[in-house]
């Protein structure tokens, strides 16, 4: 079992900017694919980015050029910098780790609110 807890939402103005965070207590971090993924009211949860390394990281159209997710593997860490935030933006966001070796050992966070005001 993989416990993840993110931290770094908050309420910003159009335009700003905020960073994610999201630690995962396992031994083995480097083994899981790390995604972050949003939920905004009466819409369904959303891929918005994910890494394997720096070399394999996938984005959503929608923040391609603005967001940016890394990941620190001494530090059992997945971070996703968003920059020029839009309102359209606003949702929860949650942390993903699913085990590379086996995709039924997946994992989420409790999510961490992210509200953009125009």
């Known amino acids: 079992q993989v416990q993840l807890v993110e931290s770094g939402g908050g309420l910003v103005l159009a335009g700003g900017s905020l960073r994610l965070s999201c630690v995962a207590s396992?031994?083995?971090?480097?083994?899981?694919?790390m995604g972050w993924y949003r939920q905004a009211p009466g819409r369904q949860r959303e891929l918005v980015a994910r890494?394997?390394?720096?070399?394999?990281?996938g984005y959503a159209d929608s923040v391609k050029g603005r967001f940016t997710i890394s990941r620190d593997n001494a530090k059992n860490t997945v971070y996703l910098q968003m920059n020029s935030l839009k309102p359209e933006d606003t949702a929860r966001y949650y942390c993903?780790?699913?085990?590379?070796?086996?995709?039924?050992?997946?994992?989420w966070g409790q999510g961490t609110q992210v509200t953009v005001s125009s």
């Open positions: 396992t031994r083995i971090f480097s083994i899981y694919t």
């Open positions: 993903n780790a699913r085990d590379m070796r086996l995709a039924s050992n997946d994992y």
């Open positions: 890494i394997i390394n720096i070399d394999n990281t």
